[in-house]
């Protein structure tokens, strides 16, 4: 039996009955740009993740590039973040004329530090974006303490670990703004693009308000240069179907993880993902790191016997011929990127299934 290295279905047919009900229920509204499905979405995710503003915007992406703008962040301004991460996180930054700048990666947790991002700030330095990457949340308490000491706003990258805690609290609430994702492979994960700001700061929300709609407050009125990014009705409509279920699928994607745990922890060439002691790991990936330059050959060995598995990142951002001229160093960041593999994590995939991967990975270090 095939074992995709991320499976949607499992999800859609638990809930197959309220998904196509609710896209029937939208389709006959009409209504389908805005609109009350869409603000009835944003109310549920604030009140999910405990902020007082929820905006909903047409891609991760955006949400990022919509934060920075709505925290002031432009032209001349240096904003530190991660060089292991998807692109976006710094093609955002640079879509709002500012420069990144990459501050090197803990090599158990794969996330910046207040450390890391500290020794990268300079006087040019106006924002923060550390990435809670994989599902586990960089640690926001000594971030926002740095924040504070030098002025500087917090923007959170929660486009992979949605419904993570850190205490009592949620990831994307603990910043200036946090920017999430709903691509369809994310913890709440959509059917097409889509996307969300959350915020506490009621200045922050009123122009990412104005950003997402062309700079409009009221019809044939634009206070400002925005862009068209609006969550679509539709999107809105089955995401929340799906967002009752989160926590549940992140539970059972930890389980998988604690699968993965017991089979793999005393493999000498794997060290298996981390939990810090600050918050909780919702596993959008389960990403193990493999020594002696054995990745590539356990990758093909999982795909022979029809196992998925990704390499989530091959190349770090900073090293990317779009900003490689910047010419940073970030060696935890470089080493990673040549060593890491994402496993297949999904709810739905079963322990039996956790299991034959896991074998397989033994297996094929041996």
């Not at 530190?80 to 090197?104: K, N, Q, Y």
């Not at 900073?318 to 900003?323: D, E, G, I, N």
Request: proline share 4%; with cysteine.
């Amino acid at each position: 039996m095939q074992i995709p290295a991320y499976n949607p279905r499992p999800q859609y047919e638990l809930l197959r009955e309220q998904i196509e009900s609710a896209a029937t229920e939208l389709l006959a509204s009409g209504a389908y740009v805005l609109g009350p499905t869409v603000e009835k979405f944003e109310r549920s995710v604030a009140e999910h993740l405990g902020c007082r503003h929820a905006i909903g915007v047409n891609s991760g992406t955006d949400a990022l590039f919509i934060a920075l703008l709505a925290a002031g962040i432009g032209r001349g301004d240096e904003v530190v973040t991660s060089p292991f991460t998807f692109f976006a996180t710094a093609e955002a930054i640079s879509l709002t004329g500012a420069t990144p700048r990459f501050a090197d990666i803990d090599p158990a947790t794969f996330n910046v530090t207040a450390k890391t991002l500290e020794a990268a700030c300079t006087d040019k330095t106006k924002a923060l974006l550390p990435v809670h990457i994989f599902g586990q949340g960089a640690d926001m308490a000594e971030i926002n303490a740095l924040a504070e000491q030098r002025g500087l706003r917090v923007i959170e990258d929660v486009a992979q670990a949605f419904g993570a805690y850190q205490g009592e609290k949620r990831l994307g609430s603990l910043g200036d703004a946090g920017a999430h994702s709903f691509y369809p492979t994310k913890n709440l994960g959509g059917f097409g693009d889509g996307g969300m700001i959350t915020t506490n700061n009621d200045d922050i929300a009123e122009q990412c308000r104005l950003l997402r709609l062309h700079g409009s407050s009221k019809r044939d009125h634009h206070d400002l240069i925005g862009l068209n990014s609006r969550l679509d009705a539709m999107q809105a409509a089955l995401l929340q179907v799906k967002l009752p279920q989160v926590d549940n699928w992140n539970n059972e994607r930890k389980q998988i993880a604690a699968t993965y745990n017991e089979h793999l922890a005393d493999v000498e060439e794997i060290t298996c993902p981390k939990v810090s002691e600050h918050g909780d790991h919702v596993y959008h990936q389960y990403t193990v790191r493999i020594a002696n330059g054995k990745r590539d050959s356990v990758q093909k060995a999982l795909a022979e016997q029809g196992i998925g598995s990704m390499v989530y990142y091959s190349v770090p951002v900073h090293k990317q011929p779009v900003y490689s001229a910047l010419k940073y160093q970030c060696p935890v960041a470089e080493q990673v990127c040549a060593e890491v593999l994402s496993l297949p994590m999904w709810p739905g995939m079963g322990q039996e299934n956790a299991s034959r991967v896991a074998e397989t990975v033994r297996a094929s270090v041996s």
